[in-house]
């Protein structure tokens, strides 16, 4: 029998890129509460970091887990969160999104020119 395992509703057949996409955007909304600006700012998923030297500081301590890219010519500023670097260094799912909302708030904090401890006063209680 060939065909699907669960169907498409239910959690099951969400694939790893989807689930992580929705740990980012639970992060994200859980932080909208508190900064509302960051409506106007486009959260990426990237499966990894370029290489071509764009990636911007970071590459002498390892790979970076995410980046920034500041708003410029009517684009509105990104976040981007690495997928398989945060996974590779994070195991079982609560772990897991714990690690994709450090990362977030840590992104977020560079971005607006603030502390991680403003943006989210819990960040590093984890």
């Known amino acids: 029998m060939r065909g699907p395992i669960a169907p498409p509703q239910v959690p099951l057949a969400a694939s790893r890129a989807e689930t992580f996409a929705d740990l980012v955007q639970d992060s994200v909304e859980r932080l909208e509460r508190r900064w ?6 486009d959260f990426l998923v990237l499966d990894v970091p370029r290489l071509d030297g764009a990636a911007g500081p970071g590459w002498d301590e390892g790979v970076p887990l995410g980046g920034t890219v500041t708003a410029r010519d009517g684009r509105p500023a990104r976040v981007v ?4 670097p945060v996974e590779i260094r994070s195991k079982g799912r609560d772990e897991r999104a714990a690690l994709v909302h450090e990362v977030v708030v840590e992104q977020v904090a560079d971005l607006l020119g603030l502390t991680p401890e403003t943006v989210d006063p819990r960040y590093g209680e984890d």
């Open 36 to 41: 509302p600006q960051l409506a106007d700012i």
């Open 81 to 84: 969160i690495y997928r398989r």
